[in-house]
């Protein structure tokens, strides 16, 4: 079973960027669809992005489209979120998570193994 450990998290201005990182061990990666997740308190978690084991195909919800990216580089086992443009209602705790082999899903059901969890807020 692949470890996921997200970082990059933190605070930010409206209009502004970060870039989440998650490290797999434990697993080979470039066998794992990997996904970006987001979680506001008492809310269902919602699904951000996606890439396949080797960056072919990406997803993305509408609402991040042209703002986000999604990627990885699989000889450093790390899949990144590149966020732009970041907006208030971008606040939440992202999670990555894993797929092991299959096609690109939106549900959180679908995945496999889950990070930690890392803040990120957007204030106005």
């Known amino acids: 079973q692949v470890q996921l450990v997200e970082s990059g998290g933190g605070l930010v201005q409206a209009g502004g960027s970060l870039r989440l990182s998650c490290t797999a061990s434990g697993g080979t990666f470039s066998r794992y669809a990997m996904g970006w997740f987001r979680q506001l308190p008492g809310k269902e978690r919602e699904f951000v992005a996606a890439i396949s084991g080797r960056a072919v195909i990406t997803d993305y919800v509408d609402s991040v489209k042209g703002r986000f990216t999604i990627s990885r580089a699989n000889a450093d086992n790390t899949v990144y979120l590149q966020m732009n443009s970041l907006k208030p209602e971008d606040t939440a705790v992202y999670y990555c998570?894993?797929?092991?082999?299959?096609?690109?899903?939106?549900?959180?059901?679908?995945?496999?193994?889950w990070g930690q969890g890392i803040q990120v807020t957007v204030s106005s």
């Open positions: 998570a894993a797929r092991y082999r299959g096609p690109l899903r939106r549900g959180s059901s679908e995945y496999d193994a």
